[in-house]
């Protein structure tokens, strides 16, 4: 066997998502777009696309990282002394249909979500879904235990770029990658300080009895839900290999520019509004009360979100950095009444979802106290994750909003639409919305859940009402 030479060791968020996927409780996040080529590309050949790959390793030194000692709490990334790009490329048959590629899209990120990595090259690949002669769907699939959801859009933008300057293609598939040092980890303790007091809190509500920690309004986690918030179900006691169901929805761009054009007018953000919008669809379809652990009917009366945080500007990283520098924002959403639910948004929704854009700009600005620095402080990741298992979620909904992508056209050859997903969270929220828009068209999100996970008897009319609700609500300005 031949020996391998650590780069660093994983941080304690990298070793999260590592362990999570070890696990089996994770697989696969999609970052796609929809290519156009107008400069007689062949794109059937995988050949065709060894040159852009080759670009994108060079530019990006997590691209040819393999992860070690993955079922440890001592992960750490090592370099592949060489890369066959045949390895990373799966070509499918082209789409029966060019007139609406939508459906063949979500059958692809669909079918690729849950399909593991293999340990022995670099996780990561890209799969090409021919829609047209000079037209293709590619999913950029690749390990969160190496690289982040905003990672996907810069590697859109090296391929694109390399695609637009007509390289030769290497001699061989394969190659080998350059000599560099990874990125600079992002979640340690001088870039992301944690006080005492921030850390006394969790500590205290682990050691304490739970009568005496919410006496003291103490948390063990960075939210907790409380006896009338939703979280579905609890989370699976045996999770299955194959869990995560998927529906891609898409936002036209005269909606999607009437929203933002509202959201201006009324001092706050897209993700907040795509909050309250979810707030909206849930308290339509969920039943007024729910049955907890212990048996008894309890209100329904809030809903508890995550929202990932891109702290990439906050420590003054390069947009197109690929690695791992996310965060994490929990907020509580107090649920609303059908008569104001069905109706245009409120004075008093707009005011909540100011509050939210302002929040989540905090967290965005703040490197002091961010939640995924107390991971640093558990005895054991893959042991607080496997802990998980069974017990109640910890929240109702998570939003992952990666952006507006933007890519310049050059010599035919440009990006249209962009698509983002990850699987259902095993051990998590019930639900994900993964959102990402491209400047100056319109809006795609994925909404993922585990199967069987969200309690309700019907999850496809459950799922069905929440995406028309928010479809409605993009239509109501």
Known sequence: MASITMLRRATPNEQRTISREDLGFYHAVIIGAVYQFGNGLDIEPPRSFFAP???????????????????????????????????HITLLDRASSSEDHWPAI???VQSDIERPFSHTIPPWRIVILPLSP?????????SHGI???????????????????????PLSPVVTPPDVPLPPPFDTPRRLPISWSFLLRPLLAAILPSFLANLLNLSAS????DDGTWTAIPCASNPPDTNTRLVLRTIPAPLLSKALASCRANNAKLTGLFHQFIVRALSKSLPTSTINASGKETPITNFLSQTAINMRPAVGISADEMGEFATGSFLSHQRVGSSVCNGPVTDEEWECIRDCTRSLAESAARLDDQPIGLLRYAPSIRGWLEKKIGTRREGSYEVSNVGVAGFDEEGGVGIVDVVFAQPGHVVGVPLCFNVVSIKGGGLVYTLTWPKGGLGVADEDTFVEEICASIKKDFEGF
């Open 106 to 108: 979500e059958a692809v």
């Open 222 to 225: 960075a939210a907790t839900p």
């Open 147 to 169: 690289l982040d959801g905003p990672s996907g859009i810069s590697f859109h933008r090296t391929f694109l770029k390399a695609l637009q300057s007509n390289l030769s293609p």
């Open 134 to 142: 000079n037209s293709a769907f590619i999913a950029f699939s690749f």
């Open 53 to 87: 790959l080759n670009r994108c390793i060079n530019e990006h030194p997590f691209l040819s990282v393999l992860v070690a000692d993955r079922h440890t709490d001592k992960s750490f990334y090592h370099r592949a002394s060489t890369i066959n790009l045949e390895d």
